[in-house]
């Protein structure tokens, strides 16, 4: 049993539930108190089953937790006192022979000990913030012990009992399995009677009728524990719960009532994380998909020749018209003078088609941004649609967005560039009357592949076919990169998800397995 409990609690531990699901907070917070229970309650239990029986003291603010527990004692080991919260760090009383077998017990690292030999053997008494404390950490911390609990003693008040909050932690303890015992404590006399029959009714109701009850009057003001007539029933109770048969009944009892329930809520956690895959396999392909629309329309721009209307036009139009220093990549000298004039403008003409080669490929930089860009927003506005999505989203900075964009984009062109040049290595040497020095050959290409209809009749005229088919070929691994390029907009936002560490099934199996071996216990 020891073992199926610890290898529950790694499986817990596993569990990061870490998508925000619509049901990832319920599912966090049953994981976080099953773990609790099963770390701080089962697992020191079944280790060292000699322990004493750990009774919380646990109730509403004001109700006279610690004045109760100091009265069960005889004697101020919890502080009492009018200001609240009282109890800030819980206190955890045990008879000194049992303090020794709880050294281990997790209850030491959250509460004060104090050994006093009037606790009854084989109990050990915890003084518990309030639930309802004004402090979230006390109320926290209050939850806590109640799972720490083989027995939890509910102190309420004639004014405090109709309290909605208690009555919901009645009924959560009584599903996990922990026996109760509730206590009426500062009932008006004049009212006793009147109080005791109505709590009684609620419990009854509530299904708690065999709940052992006491009442206990109110005193008034007062310092110090109560006269012991008035705790003599609950003190006498706890000391027969104490006696080494009664209190191994009442940890056995426990223990077999929180299986049910905990095999049950293991099972709800494994379903949790079924959620959480099914979310993140669906929110992978939803990120993934979104710029699908928007790669493909860049794509088909590049293929389509887009890329080089504008400006790239422009400055052909200017350099090509007759007389212009890029004329003769239109058409040879029609004579001698002809041919001296355009030699002498060939340094010039090697400088003009680098910059419309830059001009060009600037025009495509600006198209293939743009698009990735849209392509940025269009997996935000994706991931917006649904809680995870937008947790997914707000870890993707859009700085770095931009930054890892324009790295993209100048590793894409300087490996296009590369692919130019290679390819026209592969080419016969061309004589022609262009006077272009290779760089402007490649310079030329690289204008005429982004879609530059003049250069690309250029490139047919100086190279002929073959120079035609690299271009075709430039312009087609182009629009492919492009398209990469913009689906690579979504690649930050499924890292981001990656990291979150979604369960790929295994917790959740084995939460199933552990759920299975639990049965046997039943």
Known sequence: MVEVIEDLLRNLDAAALALDTPDADDARAMRDRLATQVRNHLLPRLRQVSAPAIVVVG???????????????????????????????????????????????????????????????????????????????????????????????????????GDALPWQRLRSASDRGVSLAVVLNRVDRRALLKVRRDLFSRLEGQGF????????????????VLPPALVAELTSWLTVLGAQSQSRSVIARTVRGAWPA?????????????????????????????????????????????????????????????????????????????????????????????????????VAVTLIRAAAELGERSVRQAAAQSAAGAQVAALVDVGAGASARENRLGALFAE???????????????????????????????????????????????????????????????????????AAEADAFVAALDGLGVDDGGAATGLRLRASELKGYL
């Open 209 to 224: 009728g065999a709940v052992p009850f006491f009442v206990i009057p109110d005193v008034g003001p007062h310092e110090g």
């Open 59 to 161: 109730g509403s603010t004001g109700a006279g937790k610690s004045t109760l527990v100091n009265s069960v004692v005889g004697a101020e080991v919890s502080e009492a006192g009018v200001l609240r919260p009282t109890t800030r760090v819980p206190v955890f009383v045990a008879h000194p022979k049992d303090a020794e077998l709880l050294a281990d017990h997790p209850v030491t690292t959250v509460a004060t000990i104090v050994a006093h030999g009037a606790v009854p053997r084989g109990l050990a008494l915890l003084d518990a913030p309030d639930l309802d404390s004004v402090h979230s950490g006390n109320r926290g911390l209050a939850d806590e012990l109640v799972e720490l609990a083989d027995l939890w003693v509910f102190v309420t008040t004639g004014s405090r009992y």
């Open 416 to 486: 296009w560039t590369g692919v130019v040049r290679r390819r026209l290595a592969r080419l016969a040497s061309v004589t022609d009357d262009s006077g272009l020095e290779p760089a402007g050959v490649a310079a030329l290409v690289e204008s005429a592949a982004v879609g530059l209809d003049g250069a690309e009749r250029a490139v047919a005229r100086i190279l002929g076919e073959p120079g035609s088919a690299v271009v075709q070929h430039l312009r087609a691994e182009l629009a492919s990169w492009a398209e990469a390029a913009v």
């Open 262 to 362: 905990l095999r049950q809520d293991v099972q709800s956690v494994a379903a949790a994380l079924d959620v959480q895959r099914r979310t993140s396999l669906s929110l992978h392909n939803q990120l993934q998909a979104a710029t699908t629309g928007v790669a493909a329309q860049v794509r088909r721009d590049i293929e389509c020749v887009s890329a080089a209307t504008g400006a790239p036009t422009t400055a052909w139009l200017a350099g090509a018209s007759t007389g212009g220093v890029l004329a003769p990549l239109v058409a040879a000298p029609a004579n001698m003078f002809e041919a001296w004039r355009f030699r002498r403008a060939n340094a010039a003409r090697n400088v003009a088609v680098q910059s419309l080669r830059d001009v060009s490929v600037d």
